[in-house]
C-alpha cells in the first residue's frame, strides 16, 4: 500500500514561514524603501539597522515568494508589492498585516487554549478585559493601524458587495460600524441618487472623515459618531453592516438587528457583508479559517446563510437573499416587509 503524498502536510508545516516572511519585511518597512529605489542588501541593512546577511535571507526569500524582484545583487519591488506592501500605496494592506503580526500571530499560538475554553485569548495574551477593541483602541496608532488594515480588505470588497444586489431605489444609506467608510463610499459612487452616513465611535469618525473626504462621492455622504449599542441609529431606508456581525454573539446580534429594524421604514432594507460559510459548515476554507480567528479574539463567528437567515427573520426580517460575490467579503441582502 502506497503512502499518500505528504506535500499538504509539508506545505502547512511551512506555511507560517511564508507569512511571517512577509510581515517581518512589512514591519521593518522594506516595501517602502525599495519604493523610493532599488537597493542591496547592504544599503537596506544600513537604513533600518539590520545585520546585512540576516537581511539578504529575508530579501531573497521576499524574492522567491515572487514580492521582491533581484537583478545584480539590487532589490526592488514586484507590482504586488507595490500595490499592497507599502504604507502610503491608496490600496496597502499593510495595516492589516501589521496587526496580523503583533496581534493576530500571538493570539493564533493561544488556539489550543480557545478550542478547549471556548474563549478569546486576549487576557491570556495580552492581560487585557474587556471587548477587543478595548485593546485594538487604547492609542490612537494602534486604533489608525487596525482601521487602516480593515480599509485595505474593504476597498478590495465593497465595490462587489454593493453590486451583488440592485439597490437603485434606497435613498439614503447608513453603514453601521463604518469604520473608513468603504463600504458606503463604494454604494455611493455607484449610484448617484444615493446619499450616505457611516456611523462608527467618535475616534475611528475622524478616520472615516479624512476617507469621505476623497471620494467624488464626498458631497453626498455625513460620517455621524455614536456606539451603534447605546445611541439611537440615524435615520434611513438602508443599513449596512460590513464585518460587524462575525464579532459578536447570537444574542448581540439579535439586539442590533432588532434596533435596525425597529428604526428602518417599511420596505427598507439591511446589506451584510461578511464571509459566508457553506450550510454543513465545511468551507469555503477562507470562512473556516475566519472563524477560528473569531475564536481567538472576539466572542462571534463566521456563519451560513442559513444562521443568517434565522437570525434575520428572528428580528422581523423578510426576502432574505445571500449572494456570494468572488471577493473576501459575501453579501447578504434582507427587506422589511
Known sequence: MSLPDP????????????SKAMFAAVSLGIFDLLAQKPQNATELAERIGAHEGALERLLDACAALG??????????????????LRLESEHTLSGYILYSDRVLYLLWSRLEDAVREGTHR???????DGPIFDHLFQSEQSMRTF?????????LSSPRVVSAFDLSSFRRMVDIGGATGHLVIAACERYPMLRGIVFDLPRVAQVARE????????????????????????EGDLYALGRILHDWSDDKIRTLLRLIFERMPSGGGLLIAEKLL?????????ANLQSLNMLVCTEGRERSLGEYTELLRDAGFGAIEGRRTGAPLDAVLALKN
Not at 514580492?67 to 519591488?77: D, F, Q
Open 7 to 18: 506535500s499538504p502536510v509539508i506545505d502547512l508545516i511551512e506555511a507560517f514561514r511564508r
Open 67 to 84: 514580492l521582491l524582484r533581484k537583478h545584480n545583487g539590487c532589490y526592488s519591488n514586484q507590482p504586488l508589492a507595490d500595490a499592497y
Open 122 to 128: 486576549w487576557r491570556q495574551q495580552f492581560d487585557c
Open 147 to 155: 482601521i487602516r488594515g480593515m480599509h485595505g480588505f474593504g476597498v
Open 211 to 234: 476617507h469621505v473626504a476623497a471620494s467624488p462621492a464626498s458631497d453626498r455622504i455625513e460620517v455621524i459618531a455614536g456606539d451603534f449599542f447605546s445611541d439611537r441609529l440615524p
Open 278 to 286: 457553506d450550510e454543513d459548515g465545511a468551507g469555503p476554507l477562507s
